[in-house]
């Protein structure tokens, strides 16, 4: 028989059987995610995410792809085709933020009511346009302001909000260093 | 009489005067981007995406919000309500070196007949479950395979490639340590 514990919408029992997977068996925890964009004209392009690898195993799960559009304002010379790709950044970093939290909270038995974020970053166009070599090209910082409900202690969920900003993946991404590699695929 | 010269889906003369009226007042550059996201229940939220301030102002063109779903597989506990938050975060990538380079080849005059990115990073979920402190949560690297077609030599695409990667924001917000304030709004 199934066991099922649901917190904050999360199956707790999975979660502790999954961790404890990975503790016996490391290679479990390596994903490798991917997409796959096609430009369409001007600054519009858009993305395909489907299949991924994690858990041992190529995962089959989605029926079909994920699409995604990047556009511009008219201001950045576009015609809003889409949210822009620094947007995006701003929505994976908000999503993972708050799932990274809300799994945490459901670890600790915390129970979530409601939680929001506001997120906002600075970026100075002359980086992009190479006008100044001193102004970096993507954002000087990110700002987000979480807005939590639980039936906690505001202690733990200050505690809780610096486990989120430390151990989320896409602000672990964006606060350290990563490698980007670029290649020409063979022409 | 406004006149166009459009190359790559670009107008060339506004991305001329564009520069140049940046050029004369720096602060023309300067752009804050935002996001609000609320969570809906497990490893499911949602982000709306509208009005940003850049070029001087606040801008008014959207007439309205950008909606966009994070969603978890069911080997992270989801459903495959959306994509989730590090694949968002290969779409900004993918769009934003795209749009980089479409951008210069147009400053530059050379003509893109066709363009295509495939993009894979790794992460090791212990460092998400704090399994093991010597493990990054985020991206350990993300590979970036580009495909070209264009009126020019393959140095020129190479040059191109460069310089999209050094000056793209969003590959450049992955690829240096870039603050993240997290704070909680006023309970």
Redesign the interface.
């Known amino acids: 028989m199934e066991t099922k514990k649901i917190l904050?919408?999360?199956?707790t029992v999975?979660?502790v059987q999954?961790?404890e997977a990975?503790?016996k068996q490391?290679e479990l925890?390596?994903?490798?995610?991917?997409?796959?964009?096609?430009?369409?004209?001007?600054?519009?392009?858009h993305?395909k995410?489907d299949g991924?690898y994690?858990?041992g195993r190529e995962?089959d799960?989605?029926k079909k792809p994920?699409l995604?559009t990047?556009g511009?304002?008219?201001?950045?010379?576009g015609n809003?085709e889409?949210?822009?790709?620094?947007?995006?950044?701003?929505?994976?970093?908000?999503?993972?933020?708050?799932?990274?939290f809300?799994?945490q909270a459901s670890a600790r038995g915390i129970s979530?009511s409601?939680?929001?974020?506001?997120?906002?970053?600075?970026?100075?166009?002359?980086?992009?346009?190479?006008?100044?070599a001193s102004?970096?090209?993507?954002?000087?910082?990110?700002?987000?302001?979480?807005?939590?409900?639980a039936d906690c202690s505001?202690r733990e969920?200050?505690d809780l909000?610096d486990?989120?900003?430390?151990?989320?993946?896409?602000?672990?991404?964006?606060?350290?260093?990563?490698?980007?590699?670029?290649?020409?695929?063979a022409?």
Request: charged share 25%.
């Open positions: 904050n919408g999360i199956d999975r979660m999954t961790v990975i503790k490391p925890a390596r994903f490798e995610f991917r997409a796959k964009n096609r430009w369409d004209t001007g600054g519009t392009n993305s995410i991924f994690g858990a995962d799960s989605r994920f995604f990047n511009e304002p008219p201001v950045l010379l809003n889409g949210a822009n790709p620094v947007e995006f950044l701003l929505h994976a970093a908000a999503g993972c933020l708050t799932t990274t809300i799994l979530i409601e939680m929001s974020t506001e997120l906002d970053g600075d970026i100075d166009l002359r980086g992009l346009l190479d006008l100044d102004v970096p090209p993507g954002y000087k910082e990110i700002r987000i302001k979480m807005n939590v409900k505001d969920i200050e909000i486990y989120a900003k430390k151990h989320s993946p896409v602000l672990n991404t964006i606060s350290r260093p990563v490698q980007v590699t670029v290649k020409r695929a022409p």
